[in-house]
Nanobody, 119 residues
Framework: QVQLVESGGGLVQAGGSLRLSCAAS??????MGWYRQAPGKQRELVAA???????NYADSVKGRFTISRDNAKNTVYLQMNSLKPEDTAVYYC???????????????WGRGTQVTVSS
């Protein structure tokens, strides 16, 4: 099983930026996604990237967040710009596949990294 370790979270003021990293070990990764879960809310897909670097984003983060990958390092990144208080959540990375153009997650999660955006 692939082990996933997220890093890069923290406290930032609204309008600021953070870059999250997800390092995968165990075997090469295929598609990967970033999810987030705010208190009292369901976990939601933020962004995903295929093995061929196709990407998709939640409407709430389009134009502000960018997902990318470094296959040599087996690492996926999430660059988050123009952060808003509503982006506050625990962010998790995940492995999965693309099926008919949509990202389908495996039940394989990291421990998450906290992102807090102050107003």
């Amino acid at each position: 099983q692939v082990q996933l370790v997220e890093s890069g979270g923290g406290l930032v003021q609204a309008g600021g930026s953070l870059r999250l990293s997800c390092a995968a070990s165990g075997r090469s990764i295929n598609a990967m996604g970033w999810y987030r879960q705010a208190p009292g809310k369901q976990r939601e897909l933020v962004a995903a990237i295929s093995s061929g670097d196709s990407t998709n984003y939640a409407d709430s983060v389009k134009g502000r967040f960018t997902i990318s990958r470094d296959n040599a390092k087996n690492t996926v990144y999430l660059q988050m710009n123009s952060l808003k208080p509503e982006d506050t959540a625990v962010y998790y990375c995940n492995t999965g596949v693309y099926w008919s153009g949509s990202y389908v997650p495996f039940d394989n999660w990291g421990r998450g990294t906290q992102v807090t955006v102050s107003s």
